[in-house]
């Protein structure tokens, strides 16, 4: 599929992969797909950073590839490594044939034959299908060096391999960075991106979503479900319940026949919605019920 040729037509691509997304999100992805830039992506866990290059990807018809990032990531694990098993038998079968030129020897070891390529590498090969969507997910967890190394690749869309030589990518992938903001990412980085900071959204935003990702839930649930997790946002809590969290316990409560909410669902059913223990024992006792009286007279003027 062509990259989009205006805002409204990114919003309904994305809307028919199941991303509900709102225009200052869609104007930003519009601009990196027709700019040819990274887009960086921030904001709190589950609220659909990750998602939206799977849609991308998706809507696009486009192969995606993720690098899943983790302190203490280096460029073997990111871009290249050598597969040394390999390597071993490869000389252990020249030796017992009785080849003595190390110098072919060496240039057959060092080729692509027994190259493992990872994400950063393999998202800059030519694609038949057009540039992938390349995901890199939780920068933030990474450490410095890492970071300057990428700002590198990511200026020119090449790395180099010693043993081969430098390999660029034909066409520049469609880039997107993801962070929880777990730490600040440097801001040379930044620059090299367009940024968008990825809100919880509003309750009809929110709604929306859910009937999208969950459309098996019925309309009064949904309502009941989005108003309580979003008054449970405003508490005072470890870790804030993402989207992902919304539609999961939709889910959840649907496999277990709920049609409506009460103190004792709520209850049984935290672990879909919470994921520390001092969260969940904030809920104990009258405090399910009190978010949840909250969350119904928000609704009131609705029904």
């Known amino acids: 599929m062509t990259i989009p040729d205006s805002i409204s037509a990114v919003q309904d ?7 509900v997304c709102d225009r200052p999100l869609a104007t930003v992805v519009f601009l990196a797909l027709k700019l040819g830039r990274p887009l960086f992506l921030e904001g709190e866990a589950g609220v659909g950073k990750t998602e939206i290059a799977k849609a991308l990807a998706a809507g696009l018809d486009r ?3 993720r690098l899943q990032c983790y302190e203490g ?5 990111a871009v290249y490594e050598w597969n040394f098993p390999a390597q071993m038998v490869a000389i252990r079968t020249a030796e017992a044939a ?27 090969r030519p694609d038949e299908n057009g540039a992938p969507v390349l995901l890199i997910d939780e920068l933030d967890r990474t450490d410095e060096p890492f970071e300057a190394f990428l700002l590198e690749a990511l200026s020119d869309f090449q790395v180099t391999i010693p043993e081969l030589g430098t390999v660029t990518a034909p066409e520049p992938p469609i880039v997107i960075l993801t962070s929880n903001r777990t730490r600040e990412v440097h801001d040379a980085l930044k620059r090299r991106c367009l940024y968008h900071w990825v809100d919880y959204p509003d309750f009809e935003r929110e709604m929306e979503i859910l009937a999208a990702r969950a459309p098996d839930v ?6 009941e479900v989005v108003a309580f997790v979003q008054a449970l946002r405003r508490e005072d809590l470890f870790k804030k319940p993402g989207v992902a969290e919304t539609i999961d316990w939709a889910k959840c409560l649907l496999a277990l026949d709920v049609v409506t ?7 049984d059913t ?3 919605i919470l994921k520390y223990q001092d969260d969940i024992a904030k809920l104990q006792n009258s405090e399910a019920k009190r978010i949840l009286d909250k969350a119904n007279a928000s609704l ?4």
């Open 261 to 267: 909410l009460s103190p004792q669902v709520i209850a």
């Open 63 to 65: 192969r995606l590839i």
């Open 98 to 124: 009785g080849a003595a030129d190390r110098k072919d020897l060496q240039t057959e070891l060092f080729s692509d034959e027994f190259l493992i390529e990872r994400p950063l590498l393999e998202a800059m």
């Open 300 to 303: 009131a003027p609705d029904q």
């Open 218 to 223: 019925a309309e009064t649930l949904s309502r």
């Open 73 to 77: 990531l280096d460029i073997s694990s």
């Open 13 to 19: 691509m994305l809307t028919a992969q199941g991303y």
């Open 270 to 272: 935290l672990g879909a």
